[in-house]
């Protein structure tokens, strides 16, 4: 299969959780994928999670629950670990829908509220950093 090149940053749907044209960071140093959650409850064997931010205006505060999650360990680049629920979901690159698998986070403080790392991008993309938003500017001309 031939990878497609894609830029350091996108703009990217979630359909299953209702999230479009998301601001994200392909992020070749990060393993996992992360998304930005602003509350996380659960509730028996349901995970309830509030996709909401006041600096990401497309994170529109819909609750999203989830029947299947499990938890990771998140190893950050100044090497601090974290216990992280990870949810199994679909992303939307060039058109085509792929699963991935996310990490749930507070990113309010971070510019782009989607990390996409190497275990996602592994054996699909290459990544030119010189470009941005390769993806969006496809789904726009159709």
Request: aromatic fraction near 12%; charge should be positive.
């Amino acid at each position: 299969m031939e990878k497609l090149i894609i830029g350091r940053v996108d703009k990217i749907d979630f359909p299953k959780l209702n999230l479009y044209n998301i601001d994200a960071k392909i992020d070749t140093g990060a393993y996992t994928s992360a998304i930005h959650c602003s509350e996380i409850i659960v509730e028996g064997e349901k995970l309830k999670c509030t996709f909401y931010s006041k600096g990401h205006p497309n994170f529109s505060g819909k609750q999203v629950v989830f029947d299947s999650f499990s938890k990771t360990d998140v190893k950050s680049s100044n090497g601090y670990k974290e216990n992280r629920f990870k949810i199994k979901s679909e992303v939307v690159f060039f058109n085509k829908t792929y699963k991935i698998n996310l990490t749930l986070s507070t990113r309010d403080d971070m510019k782009f509220p989607v990390l996409i790392g190497r275990q996602f991008l592994s054996k699909k993309f290459l990544v030119d950093v010189d470009l941005h938003h390769v993806s969006f500017n496809k789904k726009q001309a159709i």
